[in-house]
C-alpha cells in the first residue's frame, strides 16, 4: 500500500473531535502556562480547525463565522500566541 499524500478530510468526524470530544481547559485558562509539549499539541489543533475551515465552500461564511468563534474561544490567542503563519491564514479564512 501506498499512502495517499493528502488524504479527503472526513469532516463530520473533524468538527465531532474539535468541539465535542477533545477538551480544551488549559488552553481557554489564561492562568495556565503552556508547557512546550502542550503548546506544540495546540499548534495541531490549529491546524485542525484551519483544515476544517478551508474544507468549507467560500460561501459558508456563518459555519466560519461560528468555528471561528469556537477557535478564539478554546485556544485564546493572546494567551497561547500562535506563529505568525497561522495567524495569517486564519485572518484570511474567518469571516
Same mark, same amino acid.
Given at each position: /500500500?501506498?499512502?495517499?499524500?493528502?488524504?479527503?478530510?472526513?469532516?463530520?468526524? =473533524? &468538527?465531532r473531535n474539535?468541539? +465535542?470530544?477533545?477538551?480544551?481547559?488549559s488552553y481557554?485558562?489564561s492562568?495556565?502556562?503552556?508547557d512546550?509539549v502542550?503548546?506544540i /499539541?495546540?499548534i495541531n489543533?490549529?491546524?485542525a480547525y484551519?483544515?476544517?475551515? =478551508? &474544507?468549507?465552500?467560500e460561501? +459558508?461564511?456563518?459555519e466560519?463565522?461560528?468555528?471561528?468563534?469556537?477557535l478564539?474561544?478554546?485556544?485564546?490567542p493572546?494567551?497561547?500566541?500562535p506563529?505568525?503563519s497561522?495567524?495569517?491564514?486564519?485572518e484570511?479564512?474567518c469571516?
Open positions: /500500500m501506498i499512502p495517499i499524500t493528502s488524504p479527503p478530510i472526513d469532516t463530520h468526524v =473533524l &468538527s474539535l468541539f +465535542e470530544r477533545y477538551t480544551y481547559e481557554a485558562d492562568t495556565i502556562k503552556i512546550p502542550s503548546h /499539541m495546540g489543533l490549529y491546524y484551519i483544515r476544517l475551515l =478551508l &474544507s468549507l465552500p460561501n +459558508e461564511t456563518n466560519k463565522r461560528k468555528i471561528c468563534e469556537e478564539a474561544k478554546r485556544l485564546l493572546n494567551h497561547f500566541e506563529n505568525e497561522i495567524v495569517g491564514v486564519l484570511r479564512l469571516p
